[in-house]
């Protein structure tokens, strides 16, 4: 009824405004403020044994040094060719070879590192190294120098979650390349972690990296004591199992200010309930199993993951996860900047 075509009036004024570059609001209104997310993305699984043949290809086909950052983007299936996993967050898996150097190089956008598989290759932040071990969560604040490096064995893999498609709306990326594919060492490795790691803080420091935790690395070892204690000796949230959220030491809240990054356990035979939220996350799997059962607009999905896998839930998908097994689950999503636009949103259902 209300096509243009039945209002020959209505269809000669669009035609006419159109070239001033105007458009008329009433056309599009429901699609601008829908009654409830409508996200384009869809969720979606990564595994490990489909994807770590791919790497191993492009370790073959291209040297780190060449490539700058050898890494296979992980596109939402709804977005391919915009190097996005949902429409604000970027996921790739990178290969570094035991001999390679990833070079120096800065850029506003923000970064984290979740290690997945191999050791002993190290990542420096502004002079500091700090060697990676699978678990362990690594930041590389916006604008801070940062290369990676191998001198160990075997070939390593990590996680890379970015805000790049946030910084791309706001059209506010800046990049450098360092002057040398090394930078400098300027501080022993373990210095921050001693500095801000251990519940205490140097008296007279303030944050060396602005709104990101002073903590550039967060060791597994001390998350999964954490989340194994809790698994003990403290209730099981019926949603999420044993959660908790990396933070900030010096402010108590997230590590990063555009990426939330959590840890979670879920105990052998966790059958969660049904939550959607907001905030967009894309999840990977550091031990056990699992099946994330997901419904949103699009339909139903259900994605059944083991070690290393990865998967995205987009916007206000219901998810619920469930372990027969006991499984841990990092991820990470936009919530920060859902909470600092006070428009995150989350709903816990009923099983
Ligand atoms: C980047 O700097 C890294 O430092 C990884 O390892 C992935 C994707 C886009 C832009 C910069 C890294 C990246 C990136």
């Not at 898996?93 to 590192?113: K, M, Y």
Request: glycine content about 8%.
């Amino acid at each position: 009824m209300n096509h243009p075509s039945h209002h020959p009036d209505r269809a000669q004024l669009y035609a006419d405004m159109s070239p001033h570059h105007l458009t008329p609001l009433w056309e599009v209104l429901h699609a601008l403020v829908p009654p409830q997310p409508q996200t384009p993305c869809v969720a979606a699984l990564w595994t490990y044994a489909d994807v770590r043949p791919f790497l191993m290809r492009a370790g073959a086909a291209i040297t780190a040094q060449e490539a700058i950052r050898r890494v296979l983007i992980l596109e939402n299936p709804a977005l391919r060719g915009h190097s996005a996993v949902t429409q604000s967050l970027y996921a790739g898996l990178q290969l570094i070879l035991p001999g390679e150097v990833a070079p120096s190089h800065r850029h506003t956008q923000s970064a984290l590192r979740f290690i997945v598989e191999g050791s002993g290759a190290y990542t420096a932040v502004d002079g500091e190294r700090t060697t990676m071990q699978p678990g362990d969560f690594i930041i590389t604040p916006s604008m801070t120098w940062h290369d990676h490096g191998h001198e160990a064995q075997d070939p390593m893999v990590w996680l890379d979650g970015l805000d790049i498609p946030m910084l791309r709306f706001f059209d506010a990326g800046f990049a450098e390349n360092g002057s040398a594919a090394m930078q400098q060492i300027k501080t022993p490795e373990g210095t921050s972690l001693a500095r801000f790691g251990h519940n205490m803080a140097p008296v007279r420091s303030s944050s060396p990296y602005g709104k990101t935790s002073p903590i550039f690395s967060y060791p597994y070892a001390r998350t999964r004591d954490a989340l194994h204690q809790l698994e003990r000796d403290a209730p099981i949230d019926a949603w999420d199992g044993v959660k908790l959220r990396y933070t900030n030491p010096l402010t108590g809240g997230w590590a990063m200010p555009t990426l939330g990054t959590f840890m979670q356990r879920l105990p052998a035979g966790f059958k969660g309930q049904p939550y959607r939220q907001t905030d967009g996350a894309v999840f990977s799997v550091v031990e056990g199993s699992g099946i994330a059962y997901i419904e949103s607009h699009h339909g139903k999905a259900q994605l059944k993951f083991g070690p290393r896998d990865h998967f995205v839930v987009p916007s206000w998908h219901t998810l619920r996860l469930s372990s027969s097994a006991g499984c841990v689950l990092f991820s990470y999503s936009d919530r920060p900047v859902h909470e600092a636009l006070g428009i995150h949103r989350e709903e816990r259902l009923p099983a």
